[in-house]
């Protein structure tokens, strides 16, 4: 019997070209949400969508999603984004050197780090570490129509950036306050996206007939050793919650046709030496996504073959 969920996908099918390889079947929206090093599952989300030769018609990303969205809208395949990423977390030691000398603003006073600092990295340290250098620097050369969500700092609200320089929309849509400092664009103040729309998928409402919404945002998890989270747990995990909750308040209005959990939330946003491990945590995610685009093709094919006949 089929499910009644994926044939009312198939029948919002749309007449435009941008959705599966064959351009027939429905426009499908992908979101790539914000997290950090956990949002390193996307890569395999990606590669899911190129064993079906699905092309999405717009995407939108925040934060980490941001990056992986820009390289996949500039026509990078997932298997592409992967070996580059890999090549670039691979080596360690430059990894870190390349960090490290691409600090923000002036020296660090040891006696007080946060009096005149904006933040300790530039945020084009890990874009350039992270972003394939065939991605262009314009929104208006990417293959695929690409949204990118950042926060105002001083205005407390989501900026969708869509056209002009792309490599700074990336990096303020990335930009974790005191780890990267802000980016400054038309006037605004940009931080990470995540801060106020981690998994942005209501942006794309109206934009295609599918939604697809990858959730990497994270989660805290019990020490079986203390009841209570430790200072530094309780630091740098604390952002886990209004990830969560936004997310969870935003899927109670409006649920996207198709969304995973990456399964990746136990990881902290700067774990990327972690990257294997953040792969093998995303291995079961990445087959419900398989699974279930299957479903939306074979449903979408029968419903254009019962309009045939």
């Known amino acids: ?23 027939q079947g429905p426009k499908i929206g992908l979101v790539l949400g914000g997290g950090g090093a956990r949002g390193l599952a996307h890569i395999l989300m990606l590669e899911v969508f190129d064993e079906f030769g699905i092309k999405p018609a717009v995407i939108a990303g925040s934060s980490i999603g941001a990056i992986f969205g820009a390289a996949y809208a500039a026509g990078l395949s997932g298997c592409e984004i992967r070996e580059a990423t890999e090549e670039a977390l691979g080596n360690r030691f ?7 000398t691409a600090r923000a603003g002036r020296a660090i006073n040891s006696l007080n780090p946060f ?6 990295l530039a945020p084009t340290a890990l874009l350039d570490i ?11 050369a990417l293959d695929i129509p690409l949204r990118i969500v950042a926060s105002d700092f001083y205005a407390l609200e989501s900026v969708v950036l869509s056209s002009g320089p792309l490599r700074p929309a990336v990096a303020a849509s990335m930009a974790l306050p005191v780890i990267f400092e802000p980016v400054l664009m038309d006037g605004r103040s940009l931080v990470d996206g995540g801060l106020t729309n981690p998994l942005p998928f209501d942006i794309l409402v109206g934009e295609a007939d599918v939604l697809v919404a990858i959730d990497v945002s994270g989660t805290t998890v019990p020490s079986p050793k203390r009841a209570r989270p ?3 747990e309780a630091l740098f995990s604390s952002s886990f919650l209004f990830e969560r909750s936004i997310v969870r308040e935003k899927l109670k209005s409006h649920r996207p046709d198709i969304y995973i959990d990456a399964g990746t ?6 774990e990327f030496l972690k990257m294997r491990e953040i792969f093998a945590a995303a291995q079961p995610a990445q087959d419900a996504l398989r699974e279930r685009l299957s479903m939306l093709l074979e449903a979408d094919a029968g419903a254009q073959a019962v309009g045939k006949s």
């Open 130 to 140: 992270l972003l394939p250098q065939r991605v262009p620097d314009m929104f208006e």
């Open 94 to 100: 430059e990894l870190i050197r390349s960090l490290f």
């Open 230 to 232: 430790t200072a530094i």
């Open 265 to 270: 939330g136990r990881y902290q946003a700067l």
């Open 1 to 23: 019997m089929a499910d009644p969920a994926q044939t009312g996908i198939a029948a919002k099918r749309g007449r435009s070209s941008g959705a599966s390889s064959g351009g």
């Open 115 to 120: 009096t005149s600092r904006a933040a300790f």
